[in-house]
């Protein structure tokens, strides 16, 4: 006898609010080369890439603003989809227990701020990482979603009730109530930009149309939500996969992270680097980032900033309310 999920059967037993049926509704199910010139344009432009935010220029004459931001999955990535091995949740654990301290250590001598996105059950586990984030007071605490969770498998509703747990934990656990969200493997769902647009967040982090940060526009409509773009040539995931096809050397990352960063200070833009603890603070890993911190103060002209100073100066410097 087959057994259901315990969350596809709640996903199930769920209906969607009427509010976000619309941000819900499914591309046709013909394919797409069948699709009308409607169908294209309405599913293309429900969440796209408005204005550019780029600012003159950045605080205090520097060329380029540069924001490392890290997503402290964890055990979450584990857990999310209900059937976790001990191995798995044993290298996720790694990340609270050796790899978070050893990277705040390293920003903390260099006094440079970042932004932790954090899954609110990486938090649940490990609560003692909100006194090594917030030690310096300088870093800032962003939503991740509540368990890592894809939100394309899951109802709308579901999906608000998940991202609202996850902001209010975070807030109780932090002292501070995050204004920016980025989505569990930057996934997406139709209902996640009004989800983020309801429950007030100031910037987004999870799209890829630039380099520069910019509006996010909902069905051709701004929405007053900055995009901090990302992408996966800048997210260490991919190339430090062991098990993959793709893995790199730390410093061959390195290269390409530096590579990216001298084309941001050349263009006087953005450079945002994603990264995860269980991932990049492992001892030969770590070596990546401290190349390209280096690189990076020996260059000079750069704003290190978190998302949220960078989200609120263009949006001050674009007269954005």
């Not at 059937?83 to 790694?94: I, W």
């Not at 139709?190 to 989800?195: F, G, N, V, Y």
């Not at 890993?285 to 990546?288: E, F, G, H, L, N």
């Not at 989200?311 to 263009?314: I, R």
């Given at each position: 006898?087959?057994?259901?999920?315990?969350?596809?059967?709640?996903?199930?037993?769920?209906?969607v609010?009427?509010h976000?049926?619309g941000a819900q509704?499914?591309?046709?199910?013909?394919?797409?080369w069948?699709?009308?010139e409607?169908?294209?344009?309405?599913?293309?432009?429900?969440?796209?890439a408005?204005?550019?935010?780029?600012?003159?220029q950045?605080p205090d004459?520097n060329?380029?603003?540069?924001?490392?931001?890290?997503?402290?999955?964890n055990?979450?990535?584990?857990?999310r989809?209900?059937?976790?091995?001990?191995?798995?949740?044993?290298?996720?654990?790694?990340?609270?227990?050796?790899a978070?301290?050893?990277i705040?250590?390293l920003?903390?001598?260099?006094r440079?701020?970042?932004?932790?996105?954090?899954?609110?059950?990486?938090?649940?586990?490990h609560?003692?990482?909100a006194d090594?984030?917030?030690?310096s007071?300088?870093?800032e605490?962003?939503v991740h979603?509540?368990i890592?969770?894809?939100?394309?498998?899951?109802p709308?509703?579901?999906?608000?009730?998940?991202?609202?747990?996850?902001?209010?934990y975070?807030?109780?656990?932090?002292g501070?109530r995050?204004v920016g969200?980025r989505?569990?493997?930057?996934n997406?769902s139709?209902?996640?930009?009004?989800?983020i647009?309801e429950l007030?967040?100031?910037?987004?982090?999870s799209?890829?149309?630039d380099?520069?940060?910019?509006?996010l526009?909902?069905d051709?409509?701004?929405?007053?939500?900055?995009e901090?773009?990302?992408?996966?040539?800048l997210d260490?995931?991919?190339l430090?996969?062991v098990?993959?096809?793709n893995?790199?050397?730390?410093r061959?990352?390195?290269?390409v992270?530096?590579?990216?960063?001298?084309k941001?200070?050349e263009?006087?833009?953005?450079?945002?680097?994603?990264?995860h603890?269980h991932?990049?603070g492992?001892?030969s890993?770590?070596?990546?980032l401290?190349?390209?911190?280096s690189h990076?103060?020996s260059?000079?002209g750069a704003?290190f900033?978190?998302?949220?100073?960078a989200?609120?100066?263009?949006k001050a410097?674009a007269g954005?309310?």
């Open positions: 006898m087959t057994r259901c999920h315990p969350l596809l059967v709640l996903v199930s037993s769920l209906a609010p009427m976000l049926v509704a499914q591309p046709p199910r013909k394919p797409a069948e699709w009308s409607d169908s294209i344009r309405k599913v293309v432009g429900a969440v796209r408005g204005r550019s935010l780029q600012p003159r950045w004459g060329r380029v603003a540069v924001l490392l931001s890290f997503d402290v999955d055990e979450s990535v584990a857990l989809f209900g059937e976790p091995t001990v191995g798995a949740l044993s290298q996720g654990e790694y990340g609270a227990r050796v978070l301290g050893r705040v250590n920003l903390d001598r260099q440079i701020p970042a932004s932790f996105f954090i899954p609110a059950v990486s938090l649940m586990l609560p003692e990482m090594v984030i917030k030690a007071g300088v870093h605490f962003a979603g509540w890592h969770e894809m939100n394309t498998q899951v709308a509703d579901v999906e608000r009730d998940l991202v609202k747990r996850a902001l209010d975070l807030t109780k656990v932090t501070t995050p969200y989505a569990p493997s930057w997406f139709p209902a996640t930009l009004s989800i647009r007030g967040f100031t910037y987004e982090s799209m890829m149309s380099d520069r940060p910019y509006e526009l909902q051709g409509q701004p929405t007053g939500i900055v901090i773009p990302v992408e996966w040539i260490d995931a991919p430090f996969n098990q993959g096809a893995y790199a050397s730390p061959e990352v390195a290269q992270w530096i590579d990216e960063f001298d941001a200070w263009e006087r833009t953005m450079f945002v680097l994603t990264m603890p991932v990049s492992h001892r890993r770590i070596v990546a401290e190349l390209l911190l990076i103060r260059k000079g704003w900033a978190t998302h949220r100073q989200a609120e100066y263009v410097q954005m309310k």
